[in-house]
């Protein structure tokens, strides 16, 4: 059973570009948490998602970030039009029902040139 | 507003001492606090989780105490090990609502050979 999947690994995007990152959650996990890590800060909370519905955005910007779960596929996280201060590494974490524990991707890491 | 603050914000220590990390939390109605390790470029992998009425909890040489009374956990590692050096995170999930958690910012802990 392979963990969560993240890609791209590394991913550099020019200001005004968009940028997608991808989650595959571990096998049979239906919930998906996205956090964004600043350097030399701590994991903050963007968005819980399970299967095609948003379960809480509240940590999310409310312009130019989006998120989806749909039926099939990985989990995506959308940041349109970035700029520097996107650049962070963001984290995906899964888990099989709410309030269990959470089994976290590698991170895909940004930066806005 | 639910906080999460860990002390020190850094450690250095030698191989083979033991240390002590703390963390103090205001979330409420709690559920469970979670310590996690995470290396430099890595996800967060899970060490130990305690409920309400857990009060210490044990994985290898890594021990979680919880006083819920006074709102505060912390993580002691014995006969440290290079291997140590990470940030440990603690992580405290309000119970109800959507169950998401609020991470601390960590400590940076360092062992020295």
């Known amino acids: 059973n392979a963990g969560v999947m993240q890609n791209p690994r590394h991913l550099v995007r020019r200001r005004g570009q968009e940028a997608r990152l991808r989650c595959s959650p571990m096998?049979?996990?239906?919930?998906v948490y996205w956090y964004r890590q600043l350097p030399e800060e701590g994991l903050k909370f963007m968005v819980y998602l399970q299967k095609e519905n948003i379960i809480d955005e509240s940590g999310m910007p409310k312009e130019r970030f989006s998120a989806e779960f749909p039926k099939e596929g990985p989990s995506i996280l959308r940041i349109q039009q970035v700029v520097r201060g996107d650049s962070a590494a963001y984290f995906c974490?899964?888990?099989?029902?709410?309030?269990?524990?959470?089994?976290f991707g590698q991170g895909t890491r940004l930066t806005v040139v | 507003k639910n906080q999460v603050e860990q002390s020190p914000q850094s450690l250095i220590i030698l191989e083979g001492k033991n240390c002590t990390l703390q963390?103090?939390?205001?979330?409420?109605?709690?559920?469970?606090l979670r310590w996690y390790k995470q290396d430099t470029g890595r996800g967060p992998v899970s060490l130990t989780i305690m409920t309400f009425s857990e009060n210490t909890k044990s994985n290898g040489r890594y021990t979680a105490t919880l006083d819920a009374d006074t709102k505060q956990s912390s993580l002691h590692i014995t006969a440290s090990q290079l291997s140590d050096s990470a940030s440990y995170i603690c992580?405290?999930?309000?119970?109800?609502?959507?169950?998401?958690?609020?991470f601390g910012r960590g400590t940076s802990l360092i062992v020295h050979p």
């Open positions: 096998k049979g996990h239906s919930h």
């Open positions: 963390c103090n939390y205001t979330v409420s109605p709690f559920s469970n």
């Open positions: 974490a899964s888990s099989p029902i709410q309030n269990t524990e959470a089994f």
């Open positions: 992580v405290v999930t309000e119970s109800g609502g959507s169950y998401i958690p609020t």
